[in-house]
T-cell receptor
């Protein structure tokens, strides 16, 4: 039981490049979340999903897209990366009425 | 909208000192409240939670009581250890979303 895993762990992009972050969970959780963590800002919700095939916007969705084609995976895409998207990205998942479980994070640097 | 306001850090304490980290919230309805801990280079881990007013969450010597009248969920520990050095986040769950405070960094020195 690996819990929540994130790929990659670290990435450097140039402005304008695109990339996809992968989150995978093996706990059969319905809900999945993508957050970004910035100094002094805490965690801010980007997008979330309440089940396979569904997605919804969180607090800071601009510049990101997501997909939940399979229940166990939640993908976060950056179509055209900007320096303001330099951050640490965390994925989390949970069952209904239960606590979130977090992945180890992905550090993204956009130059 | 819903939000969490958390005591700013950093906080530095000597081993065995008493810890309090303040957290207040704004929410419509009746949210669940959480404290998460983040160790360097890791993701967040649940420390404790409370789901209704007057509930007390506790774990590893940490405690927090859900106070609806003061909209607070302050984290306390009677005697901190060096291993408690980490960043602590207060959070609330409203509907499908979670809202986090900005985090409080705690350093415990021997």
């Amino acid at each position: 039981n690996a819990g929540v895993t994130q790929t990659p762990k670290f990435r450097v992009l140039k402005t304008g490049q695109s990339m996809t972050l992968l989150c995978a969970q093996d706990m059969n959780h319905e809900y999945m979340y993508w957050y970004r963590q910035d100094p002094g800002m805490g965690l801010r919700l980007i997008h979330y999903s309440v089940g396979e095939g569904t997605t919804a916007k969180g607090e800071v969705p601009d510049g990101y897209n997501v997909s939940r084609l399979k229940k166990q995976n939640f993908l976060l895409g950056l179509e055209s990366a900007a320096p303001s998207q330099t951050s640490v990205y965390f994925c989390a998942s949970k069952r209904t009425e239960e606590t979130q479980y977090f992945g180890p994070g992905t550090r993204l640097l956009v130059l | 909208g819903d939000s969490v306001t958390q005591m700013e850090g950093p906080v530095t304490l000597s081993e065995e000192a008493f810890l309090t980290i303040n957290c207040t919230y704004t929410a419509t309805g009746y949210p669940s409240l959480f404290w998460y801990v983040q160790y360097p280079g890791e993701g967040l881990q649940l420390l404790l939670k409370a789901t209704k007013a007057d509930d007390k969450g506790s774990n590893k010597g940490f405690e927090a009581t859900y106070r609806k009248e003061t909209t607070s969920f302050h984290l306390e520990k009677g005697s901190v250890q060096v291993s408690d050095s980490a960043v602590y986040f207060c959070a609330l769950n409203a509907g499908n979303q979670f809202y986090f405070g900005t985090g409080t960094s705690l350093t415990v020195i021997p």
